[in-house]
């Protein structure tokens, strides 16, 4: 059964809806970035550049670091994007586009997100580097999803309790990272821990603006958690979606961080751009070697 027109949208000239690319666009590695602007930010580096092209706020570029093919693709803010964009990947290197049939021979990409977050624990400061030992996904989008073979319920049961996590909520799930992607960007300048997730900025990430939030105490009550010496280092809106789509389609992934912000003593970094442009050259150069 060949997938539907509504199913698998393409453009006239023949690329996937929203990212706006063709099969032989991309590159069996992958980078994520969250900014578009943070796209040109990372293939300024590079030796040459065979391609680019962006739609709304997905903008790729694809070329050589150093002899090595990579595809820097932005997703924007957010899991809702991060299903746009799995999903869209697997199926330009996994789903023959002209008979609109999965294919028999499936392609695993290596996918590693260069973010920016903010940090729950006072020795994480901000400048830092974290990579997530696992996703915590707290916003919903995986439960779409036949996430069974996945999740890991002994880590989401304990979190539930020890949250006293609201029912109205969607459950959280816990999916691990790529330990060889892993392996490949950690060192001693690296920070590692559980990565949570939220659905958004402000309220899902307890910050209180003018509205009063469900849990006042959710950070500390998230902060204070740990099982089997994994603690959740970290808050942003991407990783649990990427580690869990990744999985469930058979691709790895890795996220890294740079902290921005420290939510423990509410301080800001005095200069973000420069972390975060350490922290490419830093995942460049693990990337390659
Ligand atoms: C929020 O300001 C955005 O910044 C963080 C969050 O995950 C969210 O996407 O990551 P990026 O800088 O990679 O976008």
């Known amino acids: ?31 994520f970035v969250g900014d578009q602007d943070r796209v040109d930010k990372i293939t300024k580096h590079f030796d ?9 706020e997905f903008k790729t570029t694809t070329g050589t670091y150093k002899n090595k093919q990579f595809s820097v693709i932005s997703t924007g803010i957010g899991p809702d994007n991060i299903d746009i964009v ?27 997100r260069i973010g920016t977050s903010g940090s729950l624990h006072d020795d994480i400061p901000v400048d830092s580097f974290v990579i997530g030992s696992h996703g915590l996904d707290l916003n919903g989008l995986l439960h779409s999803y036949q996430i069974d ?29 790529s330990k060889e992607l892993e392996n490949r960007l950690k060192s001693d300048k690296t920070h590692q821990g559980i990565t949570a997730t939220a659905g958004g ?66 301080s800001f970094s005095k200069n973000p751009g420069k972390v975060v442009a350490d922290l490419i050259e830093y995942t460049l150069e693990k990337l390659i070697e």
């Open 86 to 112: 799995l999903n869209e990947l697997d199926a330009l290197v996994n789903i023959n586009l002209e008979t609109r049939k999965p294919k028999e021979n499936l392609t695993s990409l290596n996918i590693v």
């Open 201 to 266: 900025f402000y309220g899902p990430q307890g910050r209180i603006l003018r509205l009063a939030i469900q849990d006042n105490e959710l950070n500390h009550k998230i902060d204070s958690f740990s099982f089997n010496q994994h603690r959740i280092t970290n808050l942003e809106m991407e990783t649990s979606a990427i580690y869990g789509l990744s999985k469930l389609l058979g691709h790895k992934a890795c996220s890294i961080n740079a902290i921005i912000a420290n939510r423990a003593n509410g």
């Open 48 to 56: 040459s550049i065979e391609f680019t092209t962006q739609k709304r």
């Open 1 to 31: 059964m060949s997938i539907k027109q509504s199913e698998l949208i393409l453009n006239p000239d023949g690329s996937i809806y929203h990212l706006n690319l063709r099969p032989e666009h991309i590159a069996t590695n992958i980078i």
């Open 149 to 177: 073979p996945i999740s890991n319920p002994e880590i989401e049961d304990a979190f539930v309790k020890h949250t006293n996590w609201s029912a109205k909520k969607s459950y959280p799930i816990v999916i691990e990272n």
